[in-house]
């Protein structure tokens, strides 16, 4: 008698929290450099180069932070776009995953750098309660033009990803996942259990050599999560 092979058996969740990073991570853009690009090359470059120092390492996050938003001034029709950019660039995979992690009981979060009212109804198309989006608020002029940012915010900072997910006090272990120093710095703060480097659409060469995995696909998230039982 002929019987259907059995399915690998998987454990239950290895992670109680997911933390993932949004530019570069969730979405394939960059939201900063996104907007710069609307502004002369001269700025759109300049950004860029502050944006990939930030990134890998080289400069410290909150040298660079207000300098590129004083830099572009992105206006609330802007933002209203880059929303529409996010959604268009959403990780291949990446709403089945969270999903799947979402079934299992894994508390899934965003924590970002970028502009809290871009990442936000981008990550709502992803099924992410508000609460669970962290980003930094940008204000606006009645006329809609740039007015600032939220300079008490610990995500415009070195350390800032780990300060916050320290203050969320969520499950762990913790799987911390992105492209750039900040998420990596939740790992090396103490905050995460595991940093998976996702090189999915830019790989840091600084960050992949310190990170615990390299992955290049949402579905490389799965077997982490749940390992198969041998
Ligand atoms: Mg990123």
Redesign the pocket.
């Known amino acids: 008698m002929n019987s259907a092979p059995t399915p690998p058996l998987t454990s239950p969740a290895a992670f109680g929290t997911v933390v993932f990073?949004?530019?570069?991570?969730l979405s394939g853009i960059?939201g900063i450099d996104w907007l710069a690009a609307r502004r002369s090359s001269e700025v759109a470059h300049a950004v860029l180069d502050l944006t990939a120092r930030a990134?890998d390492g080289s400069l410290a996050v909150e040298n660079v932070y207000a300098r590129r938003l004083a830099l572009i001034r992105p206006s609330h029709y802007e933002l209203d776009a880059l929303i529409h950019a996010y959604v268009a660039n959403t990780a291949p995979g990446a709403l089945a995953l969270l999903d799947q992690l979402r079934r299992a009981g894994v508390a899934v979060i965003a924590v970002?750098g970028g502009l809290r009212e871009a990442c936000m109804p981008f990550c709502a198309t992803l099924g992410f309660a508000a609460a669970d989006v962290h980003a930094v608020s940008i204000r606006f002029s009645a006329d809609g033009s740039y007015e600032g940012f939220d300079e008490a915010s610990p995500l415009t900072r070195k350390n800032g990803k780990p300060e916050l997910v320290r203050a969320l006090a969520v499950p762990r272990p913790l799987l911390a996942i992105?492209?750039?120093i900040t998420?990596l710095e939740i790992k090396t703060a103490g905050e995460a259990d595991l940093f998976a480097a996702y090189a999915g659409f830019i790989r840091r060469p600084a960050i992949c050599a310190q990170a615990d995995r390299t992955i290049t696909s949402m579905a490389d998230v799965l077997p982490l999560v749940f390992p198969v039982i041998k």
């Open positions: 990073d949004i530019d570069s991570t960059e990134m970002s992105g492209d750039g998420d």
